[in-house]
């Protein structure tokens, strides 16, 4: 048996519509085999703490060995698992193609679907049902007075109580007008396909980019226009179904699939590029909805259509087909590439982009904040999804940037949070933002 491996990590599809993979007995024996590899390797300890309450639980055993750890205790580890897949992506030399075949990221995704359907917390149903928040509270007057009430420390310390949301996570807040219905009219551009990329886009919208701050959408749109690229907006959408994969509610999953797909792969077959302005969204359609219907035509189909919005501008840049009429310089950006942009594998385009902007200087933090999603907001983990963070914190508050940024808003906000004041005025900008602010439009 070699050791480690030298290839590009491979994903294997998970058989979740198996009797074998709801099987706990067998799924506990799986994760006991992976855990017995990581206890032996032990190089993702630094990575979050999934791996070491693993390797607590072993050292504290009475054999010092996986062997000596109870069964029940594993799934203490996969409650500290959120799926970053950094482990995967960037550490683990056993991946497939080894023959030991660890994926980490799938056997906790197999555990936490079996712990769903033995039943969860009524506040995990509410923070993984994003369009059904979105829509209650993002109505006129109830989103100033939801954002209101999140500000509000008795409201909070309550919050905390009934519904396990930490108390001091700073939320993000609910726009009064979306922007799906107050997005700007498309021009009437003619389409320049370039050799990489389609020219023409399709936009998915992103519940956050819906409800939460719509200036990350309106960004994408006038980014698009200044650059003669015809959008539409995707007529009709659901949530990608990230936060309910992330649950381990694949039921929940398969729904919101039904309802995206058919209306996404319409697009992709007329040669759109399908753009979505949150890297997590993007991820969901690029690879962990084809890992799950790997036969699915219409999955394959938004697949291979799908683009990160950097991903698509720096091709589109080499197509020799984006202007690069910079009128303002960005200075310092301290940026933070998410998990969820990394697990793409399509390099730091969005740090390309922004050093094509004369008088811009980019640091690059490439590691977890620790919020990742709904997992950073509530109680039980909070401590550690600051703990998680100190690293970033402090690698972004270094270069005393202008501009904070990262490609997720929510990896965002927690990293302001973290750097409270050590940010030194810095001043927290998607980089959609940051772009359409060096072209002056």
Known sequence: MREGSLEAPTRHPFAWKTPEFWDQAKAEG????????????????NLCTAFPTLFDLVDSSKTMEI???????YWKV???????????????PYVPPHPWNV??????????????KKGVKLRDRLLSSTDALGKLAAIPVVAQTVNAVNKLAPARAAMQAVLGVHKERELPPYAPRKFRSTAATPKAFAVKDGKNTPGKVAIFATCYANYNEPVMGHDLL????????????????????MPKFELGDL????????????????????????????????????????LMYPDDADTIAVRDAMFDPFEYFVLRKKDGLLKMDFKQPLGKVAYHIPCHSRVQNIGQKTREALEMVPGTEVTVVERCSGHDGTWGVKTEYFDNSMKIG?????????PEAAYVSSDCPIAARHIMQGMGDEAKGAIKAHP??????AYGI
């Open 30 to 45: 799986e994760l006991g085999r992976i855990f017995e590899i990581c206890h032996g390797c032990r190089r993702c300890v």
């Open 67 to 73: 062997d000596g750890v109870a069964k029940e205790d």
């Open 78 to 92: 996969v409650d500290q698992c959120y799926l970053c897949d950094l482990c995967y992506m960037t550490k683990c």
């Open 103 to 116: 994926d980490f990221p799938h056997v906790m995704l197999r555990a936490k679907a079996i712990k769903f």
């Open 222 to 241: 006038a980014l698009l226009e200044h650059n003669e690229i015809p959008y539409v907006l995707v007529e009709k959408e659901a949530c990608c179904g």
């Open 251 to 290: 039921d929940g999953v398969a729904k919101l699939k039904e309802a995206n797909m058919p209306i996404l792969a319409r697009y992709a077959r007329e040669g759109y590029a399908i753009l979505a302005p949150v890297p997590s969204c993007t991820l969901m359609f690029k690879q962990e909805l084809p």
């Open 390 to 398: 100190r690293p970033v914190f402090r690698q972004m508050a270094a």
């Open 432 to 437: 959609l933002t940051l772009l359409r602010k």
